[in-house]
T-cell receptor, first 111, second 114 residues
Framework: DQQVKQNSPSLSVQEGRISILNCDYTNSMFDYFLWYKKYPAEGPTFLISISSIKDKNEDGRFTVFLNKSAKHLSLHIVPSQPGDSAVYFCASALNTDKLIFGTGTRLQVFP | NAGVTQTPKFQVLKTGQSMTLQCAQDMNHEYMSWYRQDPGMGLRLIHYSVGAGITDQGEVPNGYNVSRSTTEDFPLRLLSAAPSQTSVYFC?????????????FGEGSRLTVL
């Protein structure tokens, strides 16, 4: 049973526009949420995180929003750049020792 | 610092063979873990360790063994490989028990079981 779901396997966005990647989770006990970015043939790298006590966290072009009542988080990238083309994974931390990942969304940013 | 180092990068096995995927980190991280990545399934946690001598199961532990005799090393053992274990395996480490957001990953080991 997938506890963290990314229902859009792919997303295509024009350079300069906003990219919105979505993630849903089922376990209300999750208390920390993260986004990772992965290029082909490389390991994932940390992008941004948010604690369950917040509803928004911003870092440069990247903003993560958390809606606890809907068990939903989203990653906004503004403006999108071609170098942002990658697979994005959301992840949720359970009991501080398990990080559960979603299935990933492949973002393509075209000129 | 080398970070998280995984060996081998590529391996082909026959069904029933055994092998060990090596993982080493030089960041003095207490927490280490193994994930597998499969198409449409994302990253799934196999086993993890919160410190030397302590290991626990993740989401998909069957068919895999781990041990943590030192802080630096966290090998993943396949005792009798099956085609269902064909995957890309990632080792990762983190500074402490509570996630600060930074889980450092190795470059991955691609395993094919025929």
């Amino acid at each position: 049973d997938q506890q963290v779901k990314q229902n859009s396997p792919s997303l295509s966005v024009q350079e300069g526009r906003i990219s919105i990647l979505n993630c849903d989770y089922t376990n209300s006990m999750f208390d920390y949420f993260l986004w990772y970015k992965k290029y082909p043939a490389e390991g994932p790298t940390f992008l941004i995180s948010i604690s369950s006590i917040k509803d928004k966290n911003e870092d440069g072009r990247f903003t993560v929003f958390l809606n606890k009542s809907a068990k939903h988080l989203s990653l906004h990238i503004v403006p999108s750049q071609p170098g942002d083309s990658a697979v994005y994974f959301c992840a949720s931390a359970l009991n501080t020792d398990k990080l559960i990942f979603g299935t990933g969304t492949r973002l393509q940013v075209f000129p | 610092n080398a970070g998280v180092t995984q060996t081998p990068k590529f391996q082909v096995l026959k069904t029933g063979q055994s092998m060990t995927l090596q993982c080493a980190q030089d960041m003095n991280h207490e927490y280490m873990s193994w994930y597998r990545q499969d198409p449409g399934m994302g990253l799934r946690l196999i086993h993890y360790s919160v410190g030397a001598g302590i290991t626990d199961q993740g989401e998909v532990p069957n068919g895999y063994n781990v041990s943590r005799s030192t802080t630096e090393d966290f090998p993943l053992r396949l005792l009798s490989a099956a085609p269902s274990q064909t995957s890309v395996y990632f080792c990762a480490s983190s500074l402490g028990l509570a996630f600060t957001g930074e889980l450092f990953f190795g470059e991955g080991s691609r395993l094919t079981v025929l």
